[in-house]
């Protein structure tokens, strides 16, 4: 995951950015950073916490200028933490530069290596500063446009990424579009660039296009200029459909949400189930959940609720308070679910223990039957294009069949849509899009 | 609104006050506390904030004891705010004393006046300092019950108490059962009182039945008594169904989500519209919303979602960011909504500025129509049992027609349901519910 | 300790209560609190932590008015910490009334036991609360300044007190004058009550006099009037100079760090000893020392450095950083103090672990002797008139001979300063004085 | 400023460092950090803050191994603060590579210039960068000493450095010897080397020697290894004497307490004055007047109190408290002061604006005469090797005679301590020092 957002042409671009990243916190809530340029200096400001957390008012009068670059970081592992959030900001030689990236690069250790031995030194584990070096290496041209086309020529792997430089802002896509990005006119001035559309609806902005897969866009003397820099090969990553993306945004040119609730109907086509009520988990499960029903006819209801206050608590549980962590967050209406045969819906099941709670709290409420679907294929394979699933090892679909994860769940019945039903669902050909982690073929590696 | 809960008999007693707190969250978020007996002294620790800010789990040490009571509350209004959270502990002619209060007296004034008269001192704004006064000052009597009687029968309002002494505990509600109050037993050994059940699920405990309006309750000796002390003159407040409740909490006997749905019911049955979705304002309207859909055949959407990651921030919205405050919380799936005709549901309206801000975010997405339709009667009277209502000055329904509010809302239309189709949708004697903020009527002044 | 003000007549009243706190912040660390009143109500806002941590500028504008007290608290030892802090607020017959309360009462609990036998409910542990009720109690009288007289009269102990109505502010000394009380003139306007006089530096006050041990001074109308309540009986507490007070200020007529100079050279008079260097414990032996050398001519050297970024750590020490805790407080000089003689001067010993430290601190960097002189007599009871000595049990000098102690903090040689010495050194009449730390003789139980 | 630690050998070596940064705070207050090396991987955490702020217990389970480093940071000026604190972490064509440095490098901007043309990046503020380039980047060299030898003679300036890799350590301090690094044996096992040799007597480590100027000591193999890199040229900072050392390290092999009382009195010897006392600016004039006292015979009186409470209000001053930040941190004893003649003693004055408040302060204290009598030179010239001094604009002295400066203080007379004045106090050779900020004259630009 991970989100990444550029504001260019507007005198509040570092607040734009801001309200931007507050509306894809969802992709990401480890870190954030904004950095911004007034023509003669990029500042950078980048924590640990959520964007409400970290930005202050005060910020912003240092986050001065017409253009600015954002990034929320889903997670951060390795050595030191407080360095690897993102913008990533150098001077080099052709001056200042700051970078944000959504992707995972399949051949960062390659150049990594490649690079320090020629005396490169590394300061983070993130990819971004690769990419950082390779333009800052690229001696032979002179124009940062050009040392960018050299430098993602490259790289391989998964890369929605926004570059400032002191005058100028570029928006790249690698060319199997793995990661959405989408490119919008504000209706206070200026362009926004920017993950997912969700973020458009909150700051005032149009949607334009999608970049397309191979695209660089340029944001210069107040224009935009496109330049494609790859041959397309579209494999846009499925789960941004199944889980990432927020309901409301448009990616890939298709609505969340209703591709949730379209995957949810193939679900009661494919897998139909004798039950009194369907169930969404909330609120993974609720749009494919709706479209379960609305298929199927059985009615569906808000059978668990989500409590809003979950915080962090230090407190331990006494002995007899079991599976507090679940209940805690979620909770059976015993009323509807006592006698009654359910049908569960959830989006994914990655490592199962969430699941098998459910579904003991589900019985102990009372309920008959818990029959179990998942509006996804079971994940056997780990992503390398910036899904931080995890491990193979981790997954429990790569290690048992579905008949042991169903007992091991403790449900009555398991099933999962199959790749088939989500191109039923989405409508389009399946060769467009990445289903590795459910099928183990990489587009790249 | 605010929550108490009682825990008699087990030794983890202000631990399980600590988990009943937090599931008793919503009906308050100001403040909150615990008192813990064991046997000799009674310990006290109360502040401002979150359940799960205020208690560590150092604190369960001081609290120690196998009885204890706790409170949140929903608002401290008042001279000196860190001094108005619950318990309510003192010291008296008997030993010590420690009361939680979930309701509101109407007497309070007079009961103070009267008592400062002759020569009493009141440290807290707190309706629960004059009943401990009472017990205190009831010195023909010599033991704590027969004080709590005298005590209870010169208050009027609504009252749902735990008294804790060194050695016994006592609940008590009022003979209007305005506020529930339910009895439980713990798996893991002695009883539970609490405002909800949603508290007994989280702590593993069987509901046994509701305390009876006008019931003492008297937890003693490992034992429970019972005695009425009251005649009873059911009174029970009907926006527990409406608002504040817990869907999967049990209040007066019934099931809420339950009744928001049957209330949805009678909402289509009444209210009907020509609309292509129904669409809930999360969370509140979303158990009305399924029974309106039920009952209509409109299909049900979750066209408006709700954001997670709403915190505060202090950042001034840029001027073109419109209605920032309902757009950070809730975001319309315009895919969904544009060109549809839409009725939403929503429990109640109390200002009218949301429900306008929900409007006009519709309609900035693309709402042709947008039919308000409200599961509960206009409120038009302040509460005076306990509910923080705003004063009948800033009650929208009070000052304007329907018409003059659907207009204010800018809504196609506005619909409320009617007291008559409440009764229906719960299935019960209008006489035994509270309609007072509907139809100023009100039990007892 | 604690430390009380008030102001009167001042537009800024909370603000400079806020200013006087804070340069009285030594003689309470635990708590603070202010109450101001603007005629028709007083406002109360207290909490726990220094007074820097508590007050921001919003709270001034809800402590409004022209008169104001404040309290900064010493310990908060009891059940409900929260609670006990000041001021302590009312509402009561004759309307409302906040009071500040240096000292401690010595018959506290035999008026709480019959006020709470005739129905009084106590909610704090202080004895401020006593006074209160006396207040509210005495239905016989119409006037709040014929209560009080009543009320103190009834009183026993040391009390330094404000008290605060909506429109009136009164000044009480008890007879003994066991704590200190100065009046001040404001050059922006009105007056101040304060425990000490660094306040009035602060702030920006002429020190008028100090308010006679048994008198009342009331601030009515923009004027002062004064009333004598109580036949003095001069029992001023003699450690306000050898400890508590800061050195700037001027107690019971005289400068606190003259006194404790005159002290350190009484005591070199009276316990001489051949040594290269005069080295005191900073802060609290420096004024001794200074004195000490200057009679004696040994060299004062400040071989004992105190670090001013000691703040709380949760880090354990390793196993070989021995008395770590003094010693990230205090770092000797090696370089001065190695092969030297040193008189190490401090002003008291309370349970002779630091002094222990200390001096194995200063063998560690060499010392070749190291003899204590302590510049006040050895503590051997505790104080009921409002310092926080340790219980009997816990004084070392109550248990040991001085020949056992000086074992015990394994110095070359300890003496303490003679109660004589202390007249010496304040010059002033023994009667005068309260020495029952030292001597046992309490004037009054 | 600043402080650097490394500790070789011992288990606990990041908590040892935890306690050295302690120790050495003074030397940098706004940002801390530690790296240790377990022999596999370097482990970094750095934060903004005091150490007690940024280190908790269980962040010594990260920082394992037996070899770690540490650094305070004194100012964090520039871009992006965050990044801007040390150690400074990189991979590169050896491996992994920690660094902290103490001082300043004049041509740091040529070699960044240099590098960036090459292609390196810039990703900090922090000179500590360029050596890591340097290193990274001198391929034709196999090991890392030999590497580290190319660096350091490629870059001029201050430096006292520590550097880090997997398996073991290096100490590096410049031929100019500019700023202190002293070598200690821990009594726990293992070596110390740190800025000051307060950091061994907290730790419990007997002090070796000085790392020499121009000398790189080498951990390896649990031995320590010296070898002389430059031809040394001695330029020892003046002001490590002045004004940061903390009193009781040894710097440069004198005491630093010793040297500032060796300046009093050689100020008492250049500058008489007739006055009734001495009076120091705490803490920073203390030594100094001690020294001017002894040898004056003028009476030392601690006349000027320090607040000890001073933390960060945030409330704004009422108008009539003037001076408010000098009179909230100082404190005169009026008693002593007034209708005296004073020599007030500091160890020098900067911009002039706080010699002017405490000037007015002890005038309204009612000071008779008040000469300023300065333990330095007067400060002319910025400091390029690693002293954050204002520019020269800033810099009273640079731009006013002392005569102008007496005046704008508002003393009576006002006089520094000449070069030659330091010298004697020494007792060293002026060419073994760097008097650049009082004569200008730069040892290397």
């Known amino acids: 995951m991970c989100s990444v957002v550029g504001i260019y042409g507007n005198e509040n671009a570092s607040k734009l950015c801001f309200y931007s990243l507050f509306s894809m916190q969802h992709r990401g809530q480890e870190a954030a950073g904004i950095s911004s340029s007034d023509g003669k200096h990029i500042k950078t400001l980048k924590n640990r916490g959520l964007v409400t957390q970290i930005f202050k008012e005060e910020h912003f009068k240092i986050l001065k200028g017409d253009m600015a670059i954002g990034h929320t970081r889903y997670s951060t592992a390795g050595n030191d933490s407080i360095l690897d959030a993102q913008p990533v900001f150098a001077r080099y030689g052709l001056g200042e530069i700051s970078i944000v990236h959504n992707g995972n690069l399949v051949n960062a250790k390659e150049i990594r290596n490649e690079l320090t031995k020629k005396g490169a030194i590394f300061q983070t584990n993130m990819d971004t500063e690769n990419i950082i070096h390779l333009i800052a290496k690229d001696y032979t041209k002179n124009t940062l446009k050009e040392r960018i086309i050299d430098a993602v020529k490259k790289i391989k792997g998964a890369f929605s990424l926004i570059i400032l430089s002191r005058s100028k802002m570029f928006a790249i896509r690698d060319p199997f579009g793995f990661r959405p990005l989408s490119l919008g006119k504000l209706k206070s001035g200026g362009y926004i660039v920017a993950s997912e559309t969700c973020a458009f609806d909150l700051v005032g902005a149009e949607f334009i296009r999608d970049i397309k897969p191979g695209e660089m866009v340029i944001f210069e003397h107040n224009k935009i200029k496109s330049e494609m820099i790859f041959e397309p090969n579209l494999k846009q990553c499925i789960f941004e459909y ?151 090892e981790e997954l429990i679909a790569s290690k048992m069949s579905i008949e042991k994860i169903c007992e091991y769940i403790e449900a009555d019945s398991l099933a999962y849509l199959s790749i088939n039903g989500i191109i039923k669902a989405i409508k389009d050909k399946k060769e467009n899009y990445c289903f590795a982690c459910f099928d183990g073929n990489y587009p790249i590696l």
């Open 242 to 392: 199944i889980y990432f993306a927020r309901p409301d945004s448009q990616v890939f040119g298709k609505n969340v949400y209703h591709m949730r609730k379209e995957m949810g109907k193939e679900l009661a086509k494919e897998l139909p189930v004798n039950a009194d009520m369907v169930v969404p988990v909330p609120d993974s499960g609720v749009a494919a959940a709706l479209g379960y029903s609305q298929q199927s006819g059985i009615p569906f209801e808000m059978a668990i609720m989500r409590n809003h206050y979950v915080g962090r608590t230090f407190i331990e549980p006494t002995q007899e308070i079991r599976d507090l962590k679940v209940k805690m967050k979620l909770s059976p209406i015993k009323y509807k679910i006592k006698g009654k045969k359910l049908v569960v819906i959830d989006d994914s099941i990655v490592r199962g223990t969430t699941s098998r709670r459910i579904v003991r709290m589900l019985r102990e409420a009372g309920a008959k039957e818990v029959h179990m679907r998942i509006a996804s294929p079971a994940t056997i394979d780990p992503c390398y294009y910036g899904v931080d699933t995890p491990t193979k």
